[in-house]
């Protein structure tokens, strides 16, 4: 694993990551969410010509404690032999993430005592009959509100955890482990467990304990505050955010891999994605936008469509004009809501694989922003915009 | 007799093996190869699969129903959108049924009269008639390459005079199908053969029926719950009542072993729900038969699916992981369907190869004994295969064994 970071703007900055079987990619990069290894509808035959950038994706080894399944992947040799994923990076992370967007459990705590249902030793023999590329360390998550003798008790346990997974980790795969900074909302704690685990030898941090109802602005400033205490060279990841705006928030202050529900979600509601991505849009393409107006009315924003519509019924129009993904190239809205409102799982597939791709669209004009020092620019532009289509559409409800 | 209708078909015999035949039919949007399965589209997709996988799977023609289809998107629609093909961007062949079928089968309060099938609105129960000429009409705005007449289907299991009226209504109901046909250049209608179990009326039926000279037909009212030995002896007076230069469709058939059975007696298409909707189930089909992946015995078993099986499934996935798959997880109907699918058109194209290469027979008997390795082939596949001329002795035991395993 190598990783190094190239041009910055602003507290962005674009990096190369280099895993085994040559897989290379550039960050800031998306992570594709899986169940058990593979996408929740898009077929595995369909994941390599998804998009150029689509060679990453995350995995829980929470699924893969219990029998058969802990058997099968260890007989397998891996993740990647499990999934056929191979030419693909995969991250392993504690956070079961499509199930918590699904019902909003988290998995690394039981729902009902609040105590982890894993420790350190089979964590690790599940990450190591995995052999992921890279793998979060097991960490105390707590909710941001939690007290601050619990708090301290997280960080704690979470670098104990950390010095317990790293001397269980496989050696000869290398130091493939991403420590896990905790401390729920005290920028304190946060500070301490980032300083913490910064001297441990890992080769990058994973921000944990985002993503679960904070305050955004607030946890703003403490990823600001985790990432001033972290090594510049290495690796940071955050899981658990999931909207553009999220997305360049984290960016903005210097993430490098993200996994986001963000596709998913709007994909089981029946929605896709549409908001631009580049500042300088062909004029065609804005002509074709209806009013904000328009769109409210069918529970559509300039972000997203809902092809639960009977808006889209006769509309032969692609999902995004212009947009190169598979579904674009080949089907129409009509077609698409036809599918959704006859249940058929074609329209969840479809639309993941649009939805995923128009997201990895999304990273790559950030990452070209950043490059030509424009990061600010493009954020601003895009977070104005939002907020001006969102000021309509409430208006357009009010009348 | 009428005059010969328009085709737009062409339908070559290019090898035979006894009563069974290879050929090439070259349809509107594409040249397909028979024996051949057709799977089921229902909504103009097959459940999960992309048309990209579809058209790696080989699948040549897909049917679609009319039932479905009139009610969402509906036929208005589909024809403003330039047909079936182009709204669901299908490059190759489609099949649409009459949609009478799935009226009957599946609504309450469905009723036949002379002037068509009366029914129930699903949307607002308001009174419906789906006449022959209405459901040509449809079919002509859906656009599919071939379509089927509205015939008077009963179940197998009926007896008496119903089956007679049946019969004669649907030679009456071809001609209004043929007078209400707006696209005969472009779109086949194929007649259905019906007449229940009696030979005697199949055989009034047939001659009706050739009488018309249409594109191709079909053997209806068979898979409905009637004996195998019934089924299989409809299906050989059929074949050999039809004529050799036109296609032949048993429909509803999709069980590997009806399939090598009905195309050793001379029929070349079939249609059935059977491959996806099992995969639902968790269910593959294998040479030996079905393999049930949700059994706990799956959960340690790292073999493919199929060892014999070239699909992406097949290559890449064991049946452990399969089995931990089917039981939570959408992908693992999607991938099974994938591999269920694959297994139908290797399976045509294993009845086309072998016949046109002149080693059905062998093909037939290796097929057998896989599928009945202790030898207990069913009596009515020995008796369909005696009338197809296919000598399958060595894949059946000795009698008495079959009785000492049957004690």
């Known amino acids: ?399 | 007799m009428l005059t010969t209708p328009a085709m737009a078909l062409r339908f070559e015999v290019l090898a035979r093996h006894n009563r069974a035949r290879a050929s090439r039919l070259t349809l509107p949007h594409f040249e397909a190869q028979t024996p051949l399965f057709m799977p089921v589209g229902t909504q103009g997709t097959i459940k999960g699969l992309t048309n990209d996988q579809l058209e790696d799977l080989d699948c040549q023609i897909i049917l679609g129903n009319t039932y479905h289809l009139a009610l969402r998107p509906g036929a208005d629609l589909l024809d403003s959108m330039g047909g079936l093909h182009k709204f669901m961007n299908w490059p190759r062949a489609l099949l649409t049924d009459s949609g009478g079928f799935q009226m009957v089968s599946l609504l309450h309060l469905a009723d036949i009269t002379e002037e068509g099938v009366t029914f129930q609105s699903p949307v607002d129960g308001k009174p419906m008639l789906l006449t022959p000429e209405e459901s040509i009409q449809i079919q002509n705005k859906i656009g599919a390459d071939i379509i089927m007449a509205l015939d008077d289907v009963v179940k197998t299991t009926t007896t008496g005079p119903r089956v007679e009226e049946a019969m004669h209504r649907t030679l009456r109901w071809i001609d209004r199908c043929i007078a209400a046909h707006s696209r005969p250049n472009e779109q086949n209608l194929f007649g259905i053969v019906q007449g229940g179990l009696d030979p005697r009326l199949r055989d009034i039926c047939l001659k009706g029926l050739v009488a018309r000279n249409l594109p191709g037909y079909a053997i209806g009212g068979l898979s409905g719950g009637e004996a195998k030995d019934a089924f299989w002896r409809v299906v050989a007076q059929c074949t050999a009542g039809l004529p050799e230069d036109k296609p032949r469709y048993v429909m509803g058939i999709g069980f590997p072993l009806d399939i090598v059975v009905c195309s050793a007696l001379g029929a070349d298409m079939y249609d059935c729900v059977y491959p996806t909707r099992t995969a639902r189930f968790g269910s593959a089909l294998v040479p030996e038969g079905v393999l049930k992946l949700k059994q706990a015995a799956m959960a340690t078993d790292f073999r493919p699916l199929d060892s014999s099986c070239s699909c992406m499934v097949c290559k890449r996935y064991t049946r452990a992981y399969l089995h931990t798959l089917v039981t939570k997880e959408a992908m693992g109907s999607q991938l099974v369907s994938y591999h269920n699918v694959a297994y139908m058109m290797q399976l045509s194209r294993d009845l086309h190869n072998s016949i046109l290469e002149g080693r059905f027979a062998e093909f037939v008997q290796s097929f057998l004994q896989k599928q009945f390795p202790e030898g207990d082939v069913p009596e009515w596949v020995c008796s369909a295969m005696e009338v197809a001329e296919i000598d399958i002795s060595m894949c059946c035991a000795p009698q008495s064994r079959i009785a000492k395993m049957q004690v």
């Not at chain 1, 441990?200 to 403490?222: C, I, T």
Request: glycine letters at 8%; proline letters at 5%.
């Open chain 1, 1 to 399: 694993m190598e990783f190094a970071v190239g041009a910055c703007s602003g507290g962005a900055r674009v990096g190369s990551l280099q895993l085994a079987d040559g897989v290379q990619v550039e960050t800031p990069g998306l992570l594709q969410l899986t169940q058990k290894g593979l996408p929740a509808t898009i077929p595995p035959d369909m994941l390599l010509d998804l998009h150029p950038d689509a060679r990453l994706c995350q995995f829980t080894p929470l699924h893969f404690l219990e029998s058969p399944l802990s058997l099968i992947v260890a007989r397998a040799g891996g993740i990647h032999k499990l999934s056929s994923l191979t030419g693909f990076g995969m991250v392993a992370v504690a956070r079961d993430m499509l199930a918590e967007s699904s019902n909003g459990e988290e998995s690394s705590n039981s729902v009902e005592t609040g105590q982890p249902i894993v420790g350190p030793e089979k964590y690790m023999d599940v990450v190591n009959a995995c052999k992921p590329d890279l793998w979060v360390s097991l960490p105390d998550d707590v909710s941001p509100w939690v007290d601050e003798k619990r708090n301290r008790l997280s960080v704690d346990r979470t670098l104990k955890w950390l010095d317990q997974c790293l001397s269980l980790q496989n050696a000869e795969y290398g130091n493939r482990c991403l420590g896990v900074v905790v401390g729920a909302s005290s920028v304190e704690e946060r500070i301490r467990s980032a300083e913490q685990t910064a001297t441990r030898n890992v080769a990058g941090f994973s921000l944990g304990g985002f993503g679960m109802g904070e305050d955004v602005a607030h946890r703003d400033l403490v990823m600001e505050t985790v990432i001033a205490n972290l090594p510049e060279e290495k690796l940071r990841h955050v899981c658990g955010l999931g909207l553009p705006e999220e997305i360049l928030q984290a960016i903005g202050r210097g993430i490098d891999l993200i996994d986001s529900t963000y596709p998913f979600t709007l994909t089981k509601a029946g929605y896709a994605m549409t908001f631009p991505l580049y500042m300088e849009s062909a004029p065609s393409s804005l002509e074709k936008q209806p009013a904000v107006e328009e769109l409210a009315e069918n529970g559509s924003d300039s972000a997203k469509i809902n092809l639960r519509s009977v808006a889209y019924r006769l509309d032969e129009d692609q999902l995004v004009t212009g947009c190169k993904c598979y579904t674009c190239q080949r089907h129409t809205r009509a077609y698409i809501y036809n599918l959704m409102i006859t249940r058929e799982t074609l329209a969840q597939t479809l639309l993941e694989i649009h939805n995923t791709y128009h997201y990895l669209e999304f990273l790559k004009a950030i990452r070209e922003s950043i490059k030509i020092d424009k990061f600010n620019e493009f954020r601003n532009w895009f977070t104005s915009k939002r907020h001006e289509s969102r000021v309509l559409s409430r208006r357009a409800e009010e009348l």
